[in-house]
């Protein structure tokens, strides 16, 4: 099993940045592909950004217009989410998911991901 906590999220004014952090602690052998998602108010989870954890590849789905940098700290098990330049739309819970397999990394089908976290709360204001 492994646990995903994530952290950093919070109100933050349009055009402000805020780093999200996702520590996986228990079974993270089956972390191969670490991957952040969102979920605006009445709209469906979507991807933002994924990771494999063996060789830092990094990919982003289209929709990601480059605010968004992700990034590990491989001694602390940890995946973070770089957001800039923050938008109300940003305004979302963003979710870290872990996938066992990094051939799915690039994928973003989110049934696939074997862990979710509980999510973090991020609003951007105008």
């Known amino acids: 099993q492994v646990q995903l906590v994530e952290s950093g999220g919070g109100s933050v004014q349009a055009g402000g940045s805020l780093r999200l952090s996702c520590t996986a602690s228990?079974?993270?052998?089956?972390?191969?592909?670490m991957a952040w998602f969102r979920q605006p108010p009445g709209k469906e989870r979507e991807a933002v950004a994924g990771?494999?954890?063996?060789?830092?590849?990094?990919f982003y789905p289209a929709s990601v217009k480059g605010r968004f940098t992700i990034s590990q700290d491989k001694s602390k098990n940890t995946v973070y989410l770089q957001m800039n330049s923050l938008k109300p739309e940003d305004t979302a819970m963003y979710y870290c998911?872990?996938?066992?397999?990094?051939?799915?990394?690039?994928?973003?089908?989110?049934?696939?991901?074997?862990?979710w976290g509980q999510g973090t709360q991020v609003t951007v204001s105008s």
């Open positions: 228990g079974d993270t052998f089956s972390t191969a592909c």
């Open positions: 990771i494999v954890t063996s060789d830092g590849a990094i």
């Open positions: 998911a872990a996938h066992r397999s990094w051939v799915s990394c690039s994928r973003f089908v989110q049934s696939e991901y074997n862990y």
